[in-house]
């Protein structure tokens, strides 16, 4: 199941992501790699190279984006919830270890589900709501995020790489025009800018996730674990991703008080 999530914010953060990577695929190539490789075998090496970074960038972005993060089916009928406690309904629930009510949903859902108020939806092993895909990260598509991040940090290394070679080079086409060396150089610093900035975001919340799958927890149970609210008791990280990446606050929604339920 394919999901597109009609949220503004997450519409202007994909814009800018996309723009960011054009703008540095149009700098590498028209003022990095054409002004001082034109003449080398190196040239059609590093645009290959390049752009295929982009594309496996953009496809595993698309495919975080655009795929079923671990949606909790929702029943086709309205379920009754006010004998919760007799009946087959009891029954049911002893068999059902962890397994919580959304008050949102009106459904059940297994353990370690949360509910994002901005999908609407519960979701399967929830890591956090990311405006950067305009998704949950979820069971099903945390790995084509980790990929994204993955793609993203080594495309921002190349590029710093490629402008310092740049810079330390001769540049042919520069001697004879200044204007040219000028906006060269002003290009050049604009994406080593973008670069580092995004390069240290993505390295930050990579290691995150990294650490989440080694300890098979999520970061919505780590800040579970520090206590809702209590920010003094979360590395960095964890309240780069609260702060930026839209982790849960506390709801104050009514719930079923016999089985907990969790809100984004």
Same mark, same amino acid.
């Given at each position: 199941?394919?999901? &597109?999530?009609?949220?503004?914010?997450?519409?202007?953060?994909?814009?800018f992501t996309y723009a960011a990577v054009v703008y540095a695929d149009y700098v590498v190539i028209r003022w990095i790699i054409v002004?001082?490789?034109?003449?080398?075998?190196?040239?059609? &090496?590093?645009?290959?190279? #390049?752009?295929?970074?982009? #594309?496996?960038?953009?496809? @595993?972005? *698309?495919?975080?984006?655009?795929?079923?993060?671990?949606?909790?089916? !929702?029943?086709?009928?309205?379920?009754? #919830?006010?004998?919760?406690?007799?009946?087959?309904?009891?029954?049911?629930? $002893?068999?059902?270890?962890? =397994?919580? /009510?959304?008050?949102?949903?009106?459904?059940?859902?297994?353990?370690?589900?949360?509910?994002?108020?901005?999908?609407?939806?519960?979701?399967?092993?929830?890591?956090?709501?990311?405006? =950067?895909?305009?998704?949950? /990260?979820?069971?099903?598509?945390?790995?084509? &995020?980790? $990929? &994204?991040? *993955?793609?993203?940090?080594?495309?921002?290394?190349?590029?710093?790489?490629?402008?310092?070679?740049?810079?330390?080079?001769?540049?042919?086409?520069?001697?004879?025009?200044?204007?040219?060396?000028? @906006?060269?150089? !002003?290009?050049?610093?604009?994406?080593?800018?973008?670069? /580092?900035? #995004?390069?240290?975001?993505?390295?930050?919340?990579?290691?995150?996730?990294?650490?989440? *799958?080694?300890?098979?927890?999520?970061?919505?149970?780590? !800040?579970?674990?520090?206590?809702?609210?209590? @920010?003094?008791?979360?590395?960095?990280?964890? /309240?780069?991703?609260?702060?930026?990446?839209?982790?849960?606050?506390?709801?104050?929604?009514?719930?079923?008080?016999? !089985?907990?339920?969790? @809100?984004?």
């Amino acid at each position: 199941m394919t999901v &597109f999530v009609k949220d503004p914010c997450g519409f202007i953060c994909i814009i800018f992501t996309y723009a960011a990577v054009v703008y540095a695929d149009y700098v590498v190539i028209r003022w990095i790699i054409v002004q001082t490789m034109a003449d080398s075998l190196w040239a059609p &090496f590093h645009v290959c190279l #390049f752009n295929t970074l982009v #594309f496996l960038l953009s496809y @595993t972005h *698309i495919k975080a984006m655009i795929s079923d993060p671990g949606a909790v089916p !929702l029943p086709k009928t309205r379920v009754d #919830f006010s004998d919760i406690h007799t009946g087959e309904l009891s029954s049911m629930l $002893q068999n059902k270890d962890d =397994w919580t /009510v959304c008050s949102r949903c009106e459904t059940y859902r297994p353990p370690r589900a949360h509910h994002c108020r901005i999908c609407k939806r519960c979701i399967k092993r929830m890591d956090h709501h990311c405006p =950067w895909i305009n998704n949950c /990260v979820g069971e099903k598509n945390q790995r084509y &995020f980790v $990929q &994204f991040l *993955i793609y993203v940090t080594i495309l921002a290394v190349y590029a710093i790489i490629l402008v310092t070679i740049s810079l330390l080079k001769e540049c042919p086409l520069c001697s004879g025009e200044i204007t040219i060396k000028q @906006t060269r150089i !002003l290009h050049s610093i604009i994406l080593i800018v973008e670069a /580092v900035m #995004f390069g240290l975001f993505v390295l930050t919340i990579l290691y995150d996730q990294i650490d989440a *799958i080694i300890n098979d927890e999520t970061s919505i149970e780590q !800040l579970q674990a520090a206590g809702d609210g209590d @920010t003094a008791k979360l590395s960095y990280r964890k /309240v780069l991703l609260r702060h930026i990446c839209r982790l849960p606050c506390q709801s104050y929604h009514p719930t079923y008080r016999h !089985l907990p339920s969790h @809100t984004v």
